[in-house]
């Protein structure tokens, strides 16, 4: 009988908690899950400059002003900055090349300096650059296919010297 009193329900349930206690708990099954992994690789993100911004021929005063491309190419003046005929400039564009329906953002410095041809350290500052994207973000069409179109304003300073200026603007896009 008293073999049979080692086997009663409360003993063998304290053996289990003893042994649980002195092997860390361990008594567990041990189970599995599966994970899927995936990538999804898309077309690199190619970009060209199509046209650069163009202010076209100015004509500079004893007053400062701006000379403004939309990104539409529209051109406007302020201050005594007269616009000539011979050149009438033309708004920046970028073509790109991608996956289709490719989302991605744009952006660009505050400002860049556009400096004289030839040296003599002359110089305007181009600002206030803009495209024709809603909130400088767009997605390439269903071909994977895009572009956009960059302005600015050009401030011209009184009795700037007459030259020929330039300079780069770095325009970043990024997908999303």
Same mark, same amino acid.
Not at 35 to 44: D, F, G, I, N
Not at 135 to 141: D, E, F, K, N
């Given at each position: 009988?008293? %073999? ?7 003993? /063998? ?8 206690? @002195? ?9 599995? *899950?599966d ?10 993100l190619a ?7 163009? %202010? ?8 400062? =002003?701006?000379?403004?491309? *939309?990104?539409? $190419? ?5 201050? +005594?900055?007269?616009? @000539? ?6 708004? $920046?564009?970028?073509?790109?090349? +991608? ?15 556009l400096?004289? *041809? =030839?040296g +003599?350290?002359q ?11 809603t $909130? ?6 269903g071909?994977?296919? $895009?572009? %956009?179109?960059? =302005?600015?304003? /050009? ?18 896009i990024?997908?999303?």
């Open positions: 009988m008293g %073999f049979q009193n080692a086997r009663s329900p409360a003993r /063998l349930a304290w053996l289990g908690v003893a042994l649980a206690a @002195l092997s860390g708990g361990a008594l567990a099954d041990s189970v599995t *899950a994970v899927s992994a995936s990538a999804t690789l898309v077309r690199t970009v060209t400059s199509t046209s650069g911004l163009s %202010f076209g021929t100015l004509a500079p005063s004893g007053t400062a =002003g701006t000379v403004v491309i *939309a990104p539409d $190419g529209a051109r406007s003046a302020t201050g +005594g900055v007269a616009l @000539l005929t011979a050149n009438v400039g033309s708004a $920046g564009a970028v073509n790109l090349v +991608g996956s289709a329906a490719l989302a991605y953002s744009v952006t660009m410095p505050t400002s860049v300096t400096a004289s *041809a =030839g +003599g350290g110089t305007m500052t181009l600002s206030s650059l803009t495209t024709n994207l $909130g400088s973000a767009g997605a390439l069409g071909t994977g296919n $895009g572009s %956009f179109n960059i =302005g600015g304003t /050009l401030a011209v300073g009184a009795n700037q010297a007459v030259a020929s200026y330039s300079g780069i603007v770095p325009v970043t990024s997908w999303n």
